[in-house]
């Protein structure tokens, strides 16, 4: 009995040692390149990048992934992640997805709202489905979803219109045939509306 005792705590010990040095890589990682534009934490202070705290891990591994390979379009990222291996990308998605995610009041509580609405319980007369039906009722999306509650308002915005023109499309085909359906006002309410989520 003591030396399972023994062993259990001996995994635990090198569970603990390997995530720490993923720690270390990830950090050393975002020190090189990625705090430019996304922080040292993930929380970018430009609407322009995305706020990576708190977004899921496998999400993020899996972007860094499609904007290595191309199938995400990026001329900004392609050269941030030609040299990334994958056990890098996954340290990283771990890491970011540790950090606490970002929060701050909309700037149009009216348009909020109405993105509160849609969001919850999408548009009937448009067929514009309820965007938690697939993010979840807090935003906070699953292992192969991303989490939108406390993103950027004009980078959400941004995506949904990307999405719109097919500009995007290495993630779930049925944003496509969601956001079609979208007006511009609601794609920005919606994005309102997560942002201070």
Known sequence: MKSVTVA???????????????????????????????????????EVFPRLAGQNADYIAKQLENFKTGKRKSSAMAPMVADLKPDEMVALGQFFASRPPHKEAPKDTQLAAVGQYIYSQGNKFSGVPACASCHGPDGAGSNALPRLAGQHAAYLDSQLKQF??????????????????????????????????
């Open 164 to 197: 719109n023109k097919r500009e995007r499309n290495n993630d779930n085909a049925v944003m496509h045939t969601v956001v079609e359906k979208m007006t511009a006002l609601e794609m920005a309410a919606v994005s309102e509306y997560l942002s201070g989520k």
């Open 8 to 46: 259990a705590a001996l995994m635990l010990l090198a569970g603990l040692s390997h995530a720490q040095a993923d720690e270390a890589r990830a950090k050393k990682i975002i020190g090189g390149s990625c705090f430019l534009c996304h922080g040292a934490e993930g929380e970018s202070a430009s």
